[in-house]
């Protein structure tokens, strides 16, 4: 990673992150979703969330970089799994309030 793609500060997982409903996506109580860092620019957030979408894991630039929402903690874990098999970084999981 380059100085503009460095997270400038460590995801930090947080219950109160309030995020909007995402169409099809069933709406309970918590979803789960992973979170990648917060960067100095949107250009650096592009650049992590298209290295995750060639690895097959579809995500979205917010203020943050975001893959998921999950249904649930364990389909969370599994995609943390499978970004580790392809060699990146996990990402912190988060509870996104609804």
Do not use: N
């Amino acid at each position: 990673m380059g100085a503009d793609s460095t997270p400038v500060a460590p995801a930090l997982a947080s219950a109160a992150v309030r995020e909007p409903a995402l169409a099809g996506v069933q709406t309970s109580s918590r979803a789960y979703a992973l979170q990648f860092g917060h960067f100095s620019s949107f250009q650096a957030a592009e650049e992590v969330r298209a290295r995750l979408a060639q690895a097959g894991m579809p995500a979205r630039v917010e203020a943050r970089v975001v893959v998921g929402p999950f249904a649930d903690r364990i389909q969370a874990e599994q995609a943390q799994s499978r970004l580790k098999e392809k060699g990146l970084d996990a990402g912190a999981l988060i509870i996104l309030a609804r």
